[in-house]
Structures are given as structure tokens and as C-alpha cells.
């Protein structure tokens, strides 16, 4: 359990989130903060989780960010839920959807990933279609 002054994991899950879709736009904390009204430094605090987000500052947040509120939330584990100091025995992690957990040592925090994802999104559809087609490919062949 976490102390009364120690960020929520929640928060600081929102946070990352918030920090690897600025990164992967290819977005300053300077350009983001700007684009939703408050100081560089206050997006540091709610990337680390220090500040919580309001409703409607994560409002802002996805529009600067293109992104809707859901991906924010998404990849939560159980074990995070288990971690927060209050309501851990009462969240059932189904209803967030329990879907795409990420592998422990989060492979999207790797500069390797997000220059690789990055460069995706700046081909056309038409290529990124063969892209995923490939990797597909590749990925079924090493499983068998």
C-alpha cells in the first residue's frame, strides 16, 4: 500500500500515458502545455503522476493529443489496481476491459519502440497496410 503522500498508481499510469502519446507525436511538453493552458512544469507533474488531472484538463488533454479519454486507461493491470491505497478490493479490472496488457518492463517506454512507431505513422495507409501485413507474417513464423 502507498502512503497518504505518494501519487495514486492511477494517476501516475495516466501520466505515462499522457507522456508516451506527447513523445510519439513528436510534441514538446512546452507545445502541450501551451496547447491546454497551463506551465511546462505543470505537465511534468501530471506526467509523473504528481498532479492528479481533472475531468476537464484531461478533456483538454486528449484534444491537444488526438486521442479519446479510453487511452488513457488502457493496459491498466490488475496489479496497479491492487496497488492503489483505496477501493482494491472492489475494481474489477474486467471492466476496464482487461485487454492488451503490456509485458512487464513496458516495451513502449523503449526509444526503439516509439522511433519505430513514430515512422509508421508518417507512411501512407497504403504502406502501412504491408508493414502490418509483414510483421504478421514474420511474428506466425517465429511462433511455429
Known amino acids: 500500500m502507498n502512503s497518504e503522500k505518494d501519487p495514486d498508481p492511477i494517476d501516475i499510469h495516466v501520466g505515462s500515458r499522457m ?16 496547447a491546454i493552458g497551463v506551465s511546462f512544469q505543470q505537465v511534468q507533474k501530471y506526467e509523473r503522476g504528481l498532479n492528479r488531472l481533472s475531468a476537464s484538463r ?5 484534444q491537444a493529443l488526438g486521442v ?20 482494491a478490493d472492489v475494481i474489477d479490472p474486467a471492466a476496464l476491459g482487461g485487454r492488451g496488457r503490456r509485458p512487464v518492463g513496458d516495451l513502449m517506454n523503449k526509444t526503439e519502440s516509439l522511433e519505430l512507431v513514430r515512422s509508421y505513422w508518417h507512411m501512407p495507409a497504403n504502406q502501412r497496410e504491408k508493414i502490418r ?7 506466425r513464423a517465429n511462433r511455429e
Do not use: H, P, W
Request: hydrophobic fraction near 45%.
Open 19 to 34: 507522456q508516451l502519446r506527447r513523445t510519439l507525436m513528436g510534441m514538446t511538453q512546452e507545445q502541450l502545455a501551451k
Open 58 to 62: 484531461l478533456f483538454d488533454v486528449c
Open 68 to 87: 479519446s479519454m479510453l487511452y488513457f486507461f488502457e493496459d491498466i493491470t490488475e496489479e496497479l489496481l491492487r496497488s492503489r491505497k483505496r477501493n
Open 133 to 139: 501485413a509483414l510483421v504478421d507474417t514474420l511474428a
